[in-house]
Each structure stands twice: as structure tokens, then as C-alpha cells.
């Protein structure tokens, strides 16, 4: 299979680069919610056999003032991580980052919205030179292993304590070698003068974003404040997913607006790749997103 390079866009004077890691399967009426399905199912497209929805895995690999930046890694390659997904026409995460002439080494920094398993699953890959007879969890290795990794400090906190609700998706696998290349965000914070953390709490509490700015265009990776794009455009519809819904529903109301107001392009990671949106308001003054197509080649 030949994978293509991924989707490329450009804000200002910074061109991005959207990778594919494959396509998740997530249980529909977990993904809406309290929404009945008597109206998501006008949205959400086919459902697989087991009523399940397919959810893209969109990444973003940039360059900014010398650094080359991975937001997101997708779900991962090691045993178990793909139960819940299958490879995309793109390929995966590696093979994608490969097509686009960068190897694992030569990232600088890795940017993670949170930890759920989705999210987080090629920051760490099988150490083939560990003890096979070890757990996993003591036979992984950095998947990226000259990058700092930036996570919200409250995010850290709550994947190393996860309680009952969350420990499903908090993995021991994803996070142990990270722990000694980790910067921990509380707040914004600058990673380069063109990137920038943004905290984005409800989905979990220590959830953030990622702007893109360069002069006066940016882009904004929404991370999980969002599973569908329905939920961009029509606010109070919040996944089940989300731990804190009456906060989920303000941050994204606050996010939309604000994009619209900015004309910032909306980067989704789960809505069907590439997953790039432009914003706006229709005719009756009700958000919409539109798709924004990559550059040519």
C-alpha cells in the first residue's frame, strides 16, 4: 500500500500537515449522549453491525522556528491499542509521518490535548530488546524518543490516579516512559511564538487545545472537546465521554464563537480525515462548519 504524505494547509507563514492514524470504532449512543437517536442518527452516517461509529484519527505534524511538532499520536501500534480500530486508506501514524519524510527521532516535541488512549497511543512503542516474559507496560520505549512531550499538568495527574470511570482509558502503557520527557502545562503556554497550549477543560479537566497562529490566520486543534462535528455546531450536544458536560458545553460555545469571530480554521481529530472545518454562521444565524479543502499537491 503507497501512503500518501498527508493533507497539507497552510495559516499565515506556517504550513501543517494532517496524518492519518486509521479509524476508531466508538459506540454511537456513547459518542451523543443524552441525545436521542431519533436525532443523532440523522447526523452520524453508517453504523457497523455492533452499532458502533467510525471516528477518524487525525494528527498534525508542523514545523515552527526550527522545531517539528506532533500533535496527537493517535491510538497506537502495540498489542491491544488497535482492538478498537482499523487501518485507514491513509495508513498509520508511523507509515504516515514516513511518507511524509520524517522519522520518529527527528520530532522535537509532541503535544497531547489529554491522555485517553485515542489520543496518546504512539507516544510509547514495544521495546523488542525487553524481557518478552515482562508485562507490557515494562517492555515499552519512547515512540518518539528525542521529543518533549507537553500535557496539561491536571491531565498528568488524573491518567497517573485514574479512578473507576477512567481508568478504562488511562493506560499504564502509554505513559510510563513519558514521565522523564514530560512538560507539564498549567495555563497557556507558548511553545514556539507560532504555537500555543491553550487549556480547554470538560471533555477531562486538564483537556486542552493547540492554536496555530501567523499573523492574522490561525487554526485551533480541538482535540476531544468534540467527537463529531455536530457537537461544534449545536453546543449543548455533549458525549457521554465528556466528565464535566455543563463545562464541555461552555468551552465549545466559547471556542466556536470566538473561531467564527477570528475566522480560525477548526481542526477535528475525529471527524473524517482530514477533519479541517471552517466555522461560520448559515443564513438563520445557526453555527456551521464547512470543509475546507487540503492544498494541491
Known sequence: MTVPSGARYQVGTVHFTVLNDGVFYSDAGAVFGIIPRVLWERVSGPLDERYRIPLALNCLLLRSEGKTILIETGIGGKP???????????????????AAGVRPEEVDVVINSHLHSDHC??????????????????????GFPNATYYVGAAEWRDATHPNERTRGTYFERNLTPVADHLMLVDGELDITGEVKFVPAPGHTEGHGTVLIHSGRESAIYVGDLAQHRVQLERTVWVSSFDLLPLLSMETKKQLVDRAIEQRSLLIMTHSPYPGVLRPTRNE??????????????
Request: hydrophobic content about 40%; cysteine-free; aromatic content about 4%.
Open 80 to 98: 491491544g491499542d488497535r482492538d478498537a480500530a482499523s487501518p485507514a486508506a491513509d495508513g498509520t501514524l508511523m507509515d504516515a509521518l514516513a
Open 121 to 142: 497511543g504512539w507516544n510509547t512503542v514495544v521495546d523488542e530488546r525487553a524481557p518478552q516474559d515482562a508485562p507490557l507496560e515494562r517492555r515499552v520505549k519512547l
Open 284 to 297: 438563520r444565524g445557526f453555527r456551521e462548519l464547512l470543509d475546507v479543502s487540503p492544498l494541491e499537491a
